[in-house]
Structure formats: structure tokens, C-alpha cells
């Protein structure tokens, strides 16, 4: 299976900007989602990486490094409505699934 | 709104009791997958159907079961309700059974509680 390893908790301040981490360690790797969920809501998906680099899409933007089992999500210019769960999620090749990590809880403060 | 419809929202039950979970997948979608997701837990994958067949099979216990029908809706059957079972199931589909891009949108879920 996958391991799949992303902070537990993360507080920054309204405006400002916050990196979240996610590392995985897998075989026949075929692409890292992020969702985003806030409590007892469906996640919804925000991005999708499957080649290295990065991916903008507006506020939000994801990185990722095959070679090093590594992503992560940028948020900036935080606003109070981004706090919620950030969940990272590995696909693997001929794989149905997603598997997921824990989440990474964010709490902006004003 | 992702299209994916689950009832019904919330549920309370007995220990010992059985329970049935709806989910209708975004229209077009042929693959339904089901999730479980206990409080401060991530999301476990339990179970995936494509077309009306069993394609992966997650950490399901034997006391739950699905099925997909001809019309694609889904049904998650758990029996023999424990406490431990009290959780958030969410339904997802998604419109390709594989491909390098296979986005998954999620239903509402629905909140079972075990008393």
C-alpha cells in the first residue's frame, strides 16, 4: 500500500500564505489529488498533479516531485473560509482507488 | 453541488440493527466508490463498483456489502451495527474506470450513528 504522510494541524493569519506537505511512498505512481473538506462536508477536489512542477489555479497551486514522493499545496492570500481539511491523495496505475492521507487541518485566524 | 445524490443524510440506529446507504452517481458516471470516514480519521476506501461489477475491494468488513444496479445507483449494506461503525460514508463516482485523470466527485454522505 501506499504510506501517505501530511501534517496533522497547520494556523496561519488571514492574507497570508501557507505551504502544506504531503510525502508518499508508492509503487506505479499515476498521480496525486488534492481535496479540500471542511467538517462534516464532502471534499471537493482542487488539484491534480501527474508530471513534476507546478499547477496554478488561482489562490491555490500544487507542486509535485516524483522522483523525491513528495507534493504540496500553497494557499495564499488565506481568507477565513479556507479553513478546513486538506487532503492529499495518491492514484496508482491500473488502481481504482484513491488512496488518501489523514488531512491536513488549517485554521486561519484574523 | 457534484451531482452525486446519498441518502439519506443522517442516521441513527441500534447496535445489532442493519442499514442500507443510497447513492446515486453524476449522470454519465459508470464507477461508484464508497468511503468510510470515522471522527479525526482520514478517508478509508472500502469498496468500488464500475458498471454493475466489483472492481476493488478496500478494508470492507464482511459485515458490509454493495452492490450497483442496471441504473448505476449504488447501495452500501452494513449489518450487525456496532458502535464503532458510527461514521461519515461517503459515496463518490467518477466517469472512467481508468485513465491517468480519473477525478472522483463526492456525495454529501451520510451520518450514521450507532447508539
Known amino acids: 500500500g501506499q504510506n501517505i504522510d501530511q501534517p496533522t494541524e497547520m494556523t496561519a493569519t488571514e492574507g497570508a500564505i501557507v505551504q502544506i506537505n504531503c510525502t508518499y511512498q508508492t509503487s506505479g505512481f499515476n498521480g496525486l489529488f488534492w481535496y479540500q473538506q471542511h467538517a462534516g462536508e464532502a471534499p471537493t477536489f482542487l488539484s491534480y498533479?501527474?508530471?513534476?512542477g507546478l499547477e496554478e489555479k488561482g489562490r491555490f497551486s500544487s507542486f509535485l516531485s516524483r522522483s523525491k514522493g513528495y507534493s504540496y499545496l500553497l494557499l495564499k492570500e488565506l481568507q477565513m473560509k479556507d479553513s478546513a481539511s486538506y487532503l492529499c491523495?495518491?492514484?496508482?496505475?491500473?488502481?481504482?482507488?484513491?488512496?488518501f492521507g489523514a488531512g491536513t487541518t488549517v485554521t486561519v485566524r484574523a | 453541488d457534484s451531482g452525486v445524490t446519498q441518502t439519506p443524510k443522517h442516521l441513527i440506529t441500534a447496535t445489532g440493527q442493519r442499514v442500507t446507504l443510497r447513492c446515486s452517481p453524476r449522470?454519465?458516471?459508470?464507477?461508484v466508490y464508497w468511503y468510510q470516514q470515522s471522527l479525526d480519521q482520514g478517508l478509508q476506501f472500502l469498496i468500488q463498483y464500475y458498471n454493475g461489477e466489483e472492481r476493488a475491494k478496500g478494508n470492507i468488513l464482511e459485515r458490509f456489502s454493495a452492490q450497483q444496479f442496471p441504473d448505476l445507483h449504488s447501495e452500501l449494506n452494513l449489518s450487525s451495527l456496532e458502535l464503532g461503525d458510527s461514521a461519515l460514508y461517503f459515496c463518490?463516482?467518477?466517469?472512467?474506470?481508468?485513465?491517468?485523470?480519473?477525478?472522483?466527485?463526492f456525495g454529501p454522505g451520510t451520518r450514521l450513528t450507532v447508539l
Open positions: 449522470s454519465g458516471d459508470l464507477s
Open positions: 498533479n501527474v508530471l513534476d
Open positions: 463518490a463516482s467518477s466517469a472512467q474506470d481508468r485513465g491517468t485523470y480519473n477525478e472522483q466527485f
Open positions: 491523495a495518491v492514484k496508482k496505475t491500473n488502481d481504482y482507488k484513491l488512496s
